[in-house]
């Protein structure tokens, strides 16, 4: 039953709700998050435990496995992802028209469904969406700062000429965990907040796109 009132509630149901492309999924599975957060828990987990328990050979085994077990997850989380990649341009560029012509009728289905509310109601969404989104843009950078602009290869870069002289076993000093701990946290933190502005990018073009439509 249509609602009668749009909200951003019953305009994220909707969105929730269109299927999404086989070979155009942007955001990791589940499978794909919990393995994640598995291998970097072991990870951390190793870390303190080498720092907290004296040299022994148990404590060396207990940290080979944590090792074994970060590995394992981190296989086990993106294996299936790489499905996903084509290293292929001209196979690349096949499934990307195939997702615009997956899409495009379920958005011009949600465009329509929106034109049949009041065009008050969808410019008070609109420019609330706008205002909300300029902000976003203004304080994300403040988490985030430029590397969703830095690109994969420096951040590479860094964290090899971060990691070519760790030997083991590793010796870090606690500040150096709790800063490690930290980093991963904001790391997830950041992504949350990446998808939060996409989304709100998502409600904007929607909005005026309905918006667009109702004048014709």
Avoid at 21 to 30: D, E, I, Q
Avoid at 51 to 74: D, N, Y
Wanted: hydrophobic fraction near 50%.
């Amino acid at each position: 039953m249509e609602p009668q009132q749009l909200t951003f509630g019953t305009l994220e149901q909707c969105i929730e709700a269109i299927p999404e492309h086989a070979s155009y999924r942007m955001a990791p599975s589940r499978r794909a998050r919990w393995g994640t957060g598995i291998g970097m828990l072991a990870g951390l987990s190793g870390l303190i435990l080498s720092k907290v328990l004296p040299a022994s050979p148990t404590v060396l085994i207990a940290a080979i496995a944590l090792l074994v077990i970060e590995i394992a997850a981190f296989v086990i989380a993106w294996a299936g992802e790489l499905s996903v990649f084509n290293l292929r341009p001209s196979r690349e560029r096949r499934e990307f028209a195939e997702t615009l012509d997956h899409d495009l009728p379920h958005h011009l289905e949600l465009v329509e469904w929106m034109r049949g509310f009041p065009r008050e109601r969808l410019q008070t969404m609109s420019a609330f969406a706008a205002h909300r989104l300029d902000r976003f843009r203004s304080k994300l950078p403040l988490l985030t700062g430029s590397m969703e602009n830095l690109g994969f290869l420096p951040l590479a870069t860094a964290l090899f000429l971060q990691f070519k002289d760790l030997r083991w076993p590793v010796h870090l000093s606690w500040p150096e965990i709790v800063l490690i701990g930290a980093l991963m946290f904001v790391y997830w933190l950041s992504m949350l907040q990446v998808g939060v502005r996409l989304r709100l990018e998502l409600y904007d073009t929607l909005l005026k796109s309905a918006l667009a439509d109702d004048r014709r």
